[in-house]
């Protein structure tokens, strides 16, 4: 990759892999990581894993894989401006979201419930622990091995009692230090992908309005330019071209703000990166903006009765799962009762987490009702 900042990741100056293994040919240490995320299991499974609404409900809906395709393409535009390693948030924006459980945000706050005397469940880490122990693909090792800075850029977010069991990537919240310049530009490429696909299919599925949301002032300041400058336009195309503008409008800003952060920093190597504050961020207008649009969608979409309905279903399914399993782990498929044996807790969230909507949903029937022929 050429024209790297002094201060981004690159193939030279990582701190590697857990198992050293000889540079790939042809190919980047970061292009590496991509393909084997991308060859992985937890991957595939994500186009049958759900963000807000439950997979079966539409075909249209973004599932956690195309929001993971969404957050990779905003996160290498925004790299390439700011000559940081694309292929390194491509890598972590294709991971960031395997350890996520069936039925998004409702499935993860159910296990996390069931897990609460066995320290608790973290969507991070079971990323961590997707890339690092669960997939079985390579001889000679267990995980994707992949290099520190992908990993540590899949671990967001991790508490301090958790971060002393992780090693390397612990550290950093130990030590209260930031992570690279490509993790933190990644978080932020996802707050702009969900926070305006989840616009577009709240407005696709009728449980908000562009009324509502006219209300909101990112929106109504974006609809209006676009009325303006397509004055004949209506519909879903008014709406599409809507987000299109805010979502530019986001990423300029966050280049630009990136930008100035970096410059009166005065980075000059990736190790000021982790002394340094949070240096990718949008402008302060922008921060307000997002905002009151995420209360919004958490006041009218997240919490619209019809979605808590799907949630409190989802969150019955996932429970009753891990009642039964922990009740007799011999209804457990083989493979997960051997490792019941070490670390019973564990081994029934590595499964619950491992599911799909689809699965999860099969796997209550298979478990629950009887069908007469
Ligand atoms: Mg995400």
């Known amino acids: ?16 892999r857990r198992i050293k293994e000889k540079s790939p040919p042809g190919r980047s240490e970061f292009q590496r990581d991509r393909d084997r995320i991308i060859h992985s299991t937890a991957f595939r499974r994500l186009e049958y894993k759900t963000q807000v609404f439950v ?27 700011l ?20 039925f998004g945000h409702a499935g993860q706050e159910a296990l996390n419930e069931c897990m609460k005397d066995h320290n608790g469940f973290e969507h991070n880490l079971q990323s961590l622990r997707v890339v690092d122990i669960l997939e079985e693909r390579y001889g000679a090792f267990d995980g994707l091995n992949l290099c520190f800075e992908t990993r540590e850029g899949i671990l967001k977010h991790c508490a301090k009692k958790n ?11 130990l030590a209260n230090q930031r992570p690279s310049l490509e993790a933190q530009l990644t978080n932020l490429a996802d707050e702009i992908a ?3 696909h989840d616009v577009d299919d709240g407005l696709r599925s009728g449980l908000i ?3 509502q949301l006219e209300e909101v002032s990112i929106f109504s300041r974006h609809l209006a330019m676009s009325k303006k400058e397509y004055p004949k336009i209506s519909g879903r195309k008014l709406i599409h071209e809507t987000v299109r503008c805010m979502i530019n409008t986001l990423v300029v800003d966050l280049i630009k703000q990136s930008t100035a952060n970096i410059a009166s920093a005065r980075l000059d190597s990736l190790r000021a990166v982790s002394v340094a504050p949070y ?39 996932v429970k009753m799962l891990f009642n039964v399993f922990s009740e007799d782990t011999r209804l457990l498929p083989p493979k997960y009762q051997v490792k019941s044996h070490e670390n019973k807790y564990q081994a029934i969230a590595d499964y619950i987490a491992g599911m799909t909507d689809r699965y999860a949903i099969r796997e209550y029937r298979r478990l629950f009702t009887i069908k007469e022929n």
């Open 163 to 173: 971060a002393r069991k992780l090693g390397d990537v612990g550290e950093r919240f």
């Open 279 to 317: 240096l990718i961020s949008f402008s302060e207008e922008i921060k307000k903006d997002q905002q009151e649009l995420k209360k919004f969608l958490h006041n009218s979409l997240y919490h619209h009765y019809q979605v808590a309905r799907m949630s409190n279903k989802a969150q019955h399914t």
């Open 209 to 211: 309005t562009q009324e």
């Open 55 to 81: 997979n079966h409900e539409g075909d249209l809906f973004r599932t956690r894989l195309t929001h993971s395709l969404e957050v990779a393409q905003i996160g290498r535009s925004v790299a390439r401006n």
């Open 194 to 196: 969900y926070n305006n």
């Open 1 to 16: 990759m050429h024209n790297l900042a002094s201060y981004a990741v690159s193939s030279e100056n990582s701190r590697g």
């Open 83 to 102: 000559r940081l390693n694309e292929d390194l948030v491509e890598a972590i924006a294709l991971a960031h979201d395997l350890g996520h459980t069936p």
